[in-house]
């Protein structure tokens, strides 16, 4: 499953570690992880409450891994995203890409992340001093999305 | 048209985090009114309840839809059976 | 220490969490794992081993991360490179990058990687039935590193 | 030039990877010879030796040469003291 949308934490180093388990073709690995800052926009951040659309979000994370397959030569692809409420230091997102040499695996982990960012349905709502908030999207992600098209 | 038919055009209707909250339900059946048969005229048509639906759907709003949980347009068709999602721009990684 | 040279294996994970440890402000750690493939240029490889320049080599390391430092706004960055002789499937480099948004962090990530491989005096001789050989230096390397001067 | 100054003008010279293999040392202290000067005129000198040096150090041979761990250039100028490193193009990563 290339693909995982829950609520509990994940471990770094046993994802990558299962990801190229057994493939000796693979030479490059690039990982990204996601974290709750403690502030944003200027507020402290007590909590973040990821929310997803049940469904919609493991297909469209589905359907970006198969573009990343389409568009780079990599071996394979892993996308955890978490739901729920979460605080500071937590994590939120992992994106795993093997491939034989880094350039493939580099530019794939970075197309997933900013495909991510921009197209699967997710949405952050934080508790500040002020109060809560939803997150709004943020117009550089929506440019780096478009850097691939 | 006929009238069982008529009845048969039901859709379920979904919103999302800050549309959920500001239209205070997650979730409805809507059996489609005559001539809604596209994603912008059931826009239309919930606007048309005024208050927060005419507030948070109205023009100049950042809303996504989806239909059967692909992205969808103004001018995508609905013809009942369908889910269809109102959501913002979304905000996850 | 942001590099380290040595012969024993290294655990992604736990390096992944030592490097964000206790700062909150850190949203995005990208990473990158390289690993001995089984095989090169059409020939199985049975081992390859690394051959440094005691000194200098930590020294340019010390240096590209410092560069890294200055041309982007990240938090911290690690280096770790094993020496000696590896088989296939063994993780040979690490680089992890922190920061606060993610294009940052895989910026430099990726600059860390290509003037490693190319300005880093390591020397790869690798076992293969043909014999041992001696790796030679990629072109694609070269101009991996020229897209950041 | 004065007798113990040009005793004290040698130089550590290293070789590395497949230049350590073909010229069958890692390591050597040589005495600088009057008028070698540079990076340039040291790899000239050991050329002179003929066999593998000249083969391994001549023209049309990717060599890279470090002078007190950073990397030099053939008019990098040396004059006694220094560590001298001989290798060829890095392929670490």
């Given at each position: 499953m290339p693909v995982r949308v829950q609520h509990e934490d994940f471990d770094v180093g046993a994802e990558i570690a299962k990801l190229r388990?057994?493939?000796?073709?693979?030479g490059a690995v690039a990982s990204f992880v996601g974290i709750v800052r403690d502030l944003n926009e200027g507020d402290a951040v007590a909590t973040l409450t990821l929310e997803h659309y049940p469904g919609m979000t493991e297909k469209s994370l589905e359907e970006i891994v198969a573009q990343a397959r389409q568009r780079w030569d990599i071996y394979d692809a892993l996308v955890v995203h978490r739901v729920g409420t979460l605080k500071p230091l937590d994590q939120i997102v992992l994106v795993v890409v093997t491939s034989a040499h880094r350039g493939e695996s580099f530019e794939a982990c970075e197309f997933l992340m900013d495909y991510l960012k921009t197209r699967a349905p997710f949405w952050k709502k934080e508790v500040t001093p002020e109060g809560a908030r939803w997150v709004d999207a943020r117009a550089s992600d929506d440019a780096a999305a478009d850097r691939w098209s | 048209m006929k009238a069982n038919e008529t009845q048969t055009a039901t859709v379920k209707v979904l919103y999302f985090a800050r549309l959920r909250e500001a239209l205070g339900k997650g979730e409805e059946e809507i059996v489609l009114p005559e001539g809604v048969d596209t994603v912008g005229a059931l826009a239309g048509f919930l606007r048309s309840r005024g208050g927060a639906w005419a507030a948070e759907l109205g023009v100049g709003k950042a809303v996504r839809v989806a239909v059967n949980q692909d992205m969808a347009a103004p001018e995508t068709r609905i013809s009942g059976g369908e889910e269809i999602a109102f959501f913002p721009p979304v905000t996850g990684g």
């Open positions: 388990e057994g493939n000796p073709a693979i | -």
